[in-house]
């Protein structure tokens, strides 16, 4: 049974960083593409990023303002989020995409205006 676990995220002010992780255990991801998603309340979940062993792929709201990277090794994968926004207040889940395992519990983001 896949586990995954986020943490990092927390409540900071407009144009704050946070830097989220997510650990993967039960079984390797090393060969999967890698997301971080995020569901804001009463909206849909969205993928934020992914990354692959070669490439990054970046949602438009957040281009330039966050850097997803992964530490296959320890199967764990990373988001450093900058100049953070009100509107990236959500939940930040990570997951493979498409996604394959049952979703970890997520870590809160709140951005303060």
């Known amino acids: 049974q896949v586990q995954l676990v986020e943490s990092g995220g927390g409540l900071v002010q407009a144009g704050g960083s946070l830097r989220l992780s997510c650990a993967a255990s039960?079984?390797?991801?090393?060969?999967?593409?890698m997301g971080w998603f995020r569901q804001a309340p009463g909206k849909e979940r969205e993928l934020v990023a992914h990354i692959t062993s070669g490439s990054t792929y970046y949602a438009d709201s957040v281009k330039g303002r966050v850097t997803i990277s992964r530490d296959t090794a320890k199967n764990m994968v990373f988001l450093q989020m900058n100049s953070l926004k009100p509107e990236d207040t959500a939940v930040y889940y990570c997951?493979?995409?498409?996604?394959?395992?049952?979703w970890g519990q997520g870590t809160q983001v709140t951005v303060s205006s």
């Open positions: 997951n493979s995409n498409p996604p394959r395992a049952s």
């Open positions: 039960g079984r390797t991801f090393s060969s999967y593409v």
